[in-house]
């Protein structure tokens, strides 16, 4: 054997090397995920007239799952939102992969209290998350708010039931 045909050789394996290892890491796929969710913040009231209680919001938190979403399990995440008394809560949410790849997803409910459900949908990400769509619902098993001695209110919010499905490209 020449040394040309042990390079081409050579090309061809690493080639279908690294072929095998992008499809393995970044190859289409779907599945389920559940897990739970704490999160802590602040909200801060925004007046807009009597009788009707509206306010933005910003939490951040764990978030941790026992069915993988992809093949991760840990997220950091960080929402803003607005809540508003007559016409519910909306909120943009980042699950941050301790890795650095990120998913963002949007989130509503009727109210962000106790009890309520909330429905979110995928809606992209980063990395091995880039493309990814979905959707995820909870309750809130708990939430709580404290105003401190200079007026602000605190929010702690606690879910075990998030339930969600993906889909990647």
């Avoid at 075990?160 to 990647?168: A, L, S, T, V």
Wanted: hydrophobic share 35%; charged share 15%.
């Amino acid at each position: 054997m020449n040394g040309t045909s042990f390079f081409r050789i050579f090309l061809c394996g690493f080639l279908l090397l690294a072929t095998s290892s992008l499809t393995e890491s970044y190859g289409a796929e779907s599945g389920d995920f559940r897990g739970s969710w704490i999160a802590n913040g602040t909200r801060t009231p925004f007046p807009f007239g009597a009788g009707r209680q509206v306010f933005t919001f910003r939490i951040v938190g764990h978030v941790s799952l026992q069915a993988p979403l992809g093949k991760k399990k840990d997220f950091w995440s960080d929402c803003i939102g607005l809540a508003d008394t007559t016409t519910g809560m909306t909120g943009r949410c980042v699950w941050k992969d301790l890795g650095g790849p990120e998913i963002y997803l949007t989130i509503q409910s009727s109210q962000m209290e106790q009890g309520n459900q909330v429905v979110g949908t995928l809606v992209g990400g980063t990395g091995p998350f880039a493309g990814i769509s979905g959707d995820v619902t909870f309750n809130w098993t708990s939430v709580t708010t404290q105003i401190d001695a200079d007026g602000v209110v605190t929010v702690n919010g606690q879910t075990k039931n998030i339930i969600g499905r993906y889909q990647k490209p």
